[in-house]
């Protein structure tokens, strides 16, 4: 565990909680995803970046162990960090580290484009993280540099992966956004580098942020198929939206595979999550558009109870249901994926 770290809340004793934090169609909300970052060294055509994020707007590291306290007393369990690309933040291991120690949250978890990753990755895991999810799109150099721009090395990338591999962590997930011609053709082999290194392969449906042609879960299950991937069906769930299915090693050890249908499989039923963007803008719906902006509030000095009752609020005008695939026909508008990190 890392040496020093922030608490920034009244320590609470174990407790049941009287109030626990749900939205308006009655979810538990247990499950925090927390931008670091709007800034990207990658440019993936999928996503919408920023080069820069606002110095006075980001929420300083004593802001961060705040807010956490409050979603950790009104019951937040897991936090995940994300991005922007949250490793840009130089504070990203003292943050993690406060997180983890945060009294209430029993596990966190980052998601990275990979590219500090080989540096980063014990540094992280000695911090306390739990779980690490690595985006891979390709095992191509030129590929990712089509679809991630310049400043995408993959060794860089796979290094990382096989540094998190070392690590210890209790989950290594590689993500991989399907696009239909771009990189469809490669997804068996991105199932076999994953289990080589002893993690879970994810296959995401495009969502309409940026460029790209969605592949749906069914014709990817498919395409694994044909690309020599065996699966069955399984019963593995995660904190997430993914489903997993199953396959077999040469040894007979069980594998997955993780397929989050965010267009094609509505999952919104058992969402448990909410957003926090770079700036503190807080979201109950990644398909929404409206944010409610507690960093203020933490300048301000704002007492818990107040922070505690714009969360409730926000979500208690919660949808059931995103309608992101309207966001291609004009009638949704969506905030950038860089402001709210998956
Ligand atoms: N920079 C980090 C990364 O790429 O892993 C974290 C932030 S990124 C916004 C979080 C996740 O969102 C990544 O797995 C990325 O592939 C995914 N993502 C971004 N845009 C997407 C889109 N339009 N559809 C589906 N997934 C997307
Ligand atoms: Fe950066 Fe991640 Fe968006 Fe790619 S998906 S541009 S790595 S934030």
Known sequence: MHSTVVRAH?????????DPLKDAQGRLIAYLRLSLTDRCNFRCDYCSVSDYDDPGAVLTRLEIARLVGIFARLGVRRVRLTGGEPTLRKEVVAIAADVRATIGIEEVAITTN???LAELARPLRDAGVDCVNVSLDTLRPERL??????GARLTDVLDGIDAAAAAGFEHVKLNTVVMGGVN?????????HAWAR??????IELMPFGKGVPVPTARVKRLLSEQGIALEPCDRRGWGPAHYMRGWSAAGEALHVGFIGAMTENFCDRCNRARVAA???FQACLGGSAQVPLGALLREDAPDQAIEARIREVLARKAPRHHMEEATTGLVQLLPMMGIGG
Request: proline residues 11%.
């Open 10 to 18: 009244e320590p609470f004793v174990s407790r049941p909680l009287p």
């Open 114 to 116: 990979g590219h500090r």
């Open 145 to 150: 540099l089509a679809i991630s721009g310049r």
């Open 184 to 192: 469809d053709d490669e997804l068996g082999e991105l199932v076999r």
């Open 198 to 203: 002893k993690a879970s392969p994810r296959f």
């Open 279 to 281: 700036d503190g803008g």
